[in-house]
T-cell receptor, first 112, second 112 residues
Framework: NAGVTQTPKFRILKIGQSMTLQCAQD?????MYWYRQDPGMGLKLIYY???????DKGEVPNGYNVSRSTTEDFPLRLELAAPSQTSVYFC???????????FGQGTRLTVV | GDSVTQMEGPVTLSEEAFLTINCTYT??????LFWYVQYPGEGLQLLLK?????DKGSNKGFEATYRKETTSFHLEKGSVQVSDSAVYFC???????????FGAGTTVTVRA
């Protein structure tokens, strides 16, 4: 049971660089989410998707982009990385209305 | 929009002490409520959930009751162990959409 898989686990970026955080789930879940976790700030929703081809902004979408071409994959793209994007990023998926979300192990990103 | 307010930490307890973490929410309709736990260096995992008013979720000695009248979902455990040291998050899933909103998290440290 792989569940939700995130790659990479760690990454250091220079200011202005771009990268894609990968997220894949093998549970055939329709709903997927990207969060960032800053110390003492809880989880902030960046983007979410209710199915392939459908995405929507969360609380803090600026500086990020997503796509959902398949049910399994939900990559998060950072363009022109900034120090404010230093954080731990979590991907999650959800099967349905009365079910819980499953989380990946997280990606720790540092922008210097 | 929907939101969750959670008791701030950190909380430090001795083994076998009683633990309570307060959580209140703001939402329209009848959201689903969750408690997630995050152990050091790991992703979030579900601790317990309740999907309708007066439901009680329970797991690993933890309990929480969905109180519609006070819009609360407080987490309790009667006798904590060192292994309960973690960050605990209260979360809400809206009844009208599939956004997941999280509280700021409460760090709990249990000393032997």
């Amino acid at each position: 049971n792989a569940g939700v898989t995130q790659t990479p686990k760690f990454r250091i970026l220079k200011i202005g660089q771009s990268m894609t955080l990968q997220c894949a789930q093998d549970m055939n879940h329709n709903y997927m989410y990207w969060y960032r976790q800053d110390p003492g700030m809880g989880l902030k929703l960046i983007y979410y998707s209710v199915g392939a081809g459908i995405t929507d902004k969360g609380e803090v979408p600026n500086g990020y982009n997503v796509s959902r071409s398949t049910t399994e994959d939900f990559p998060l793209r950072l363009e022109l990385a900034a120090p404010s994007q230093t954080s731990v990023y979590f991907c999650a998926s959800l099967g349905g209305r009365n079910t819980e979300a499953f989380f990946g192990q997280g990606t720790r990103l540092t922008v210097v | 929009g929907d939101s969750v307010t959670q008791m701030e930490g950190p909380v430090t307890l001795s083994e076998e002490a009683f633990l309570t973490i307060n959580c209140t929410y703001t939402a329209t309709g009848y959201p689903s409520l969750f408690w997630y736990v995050q152990y050091p260096g790991e992703g979030l995992q579900l601790l317990l959930k309740a999907t309708k008013a007066d439901d009680k979720g329970s797991n690993k000695g933890f309990e929480a009751t969905y109180r519609k009248e006070t819009t609360s979902f407080h987490l309790e455990k009667g006798s904590v162990q060192v292994s309960d040291s973690a960050v605990y998050f209260c979360a809400l899933k809206g009844s009208n959409d599939y956004k997941l909103s999280f509280g700021a998290g409460t760090t709990v440290t249990v000393r032997a």
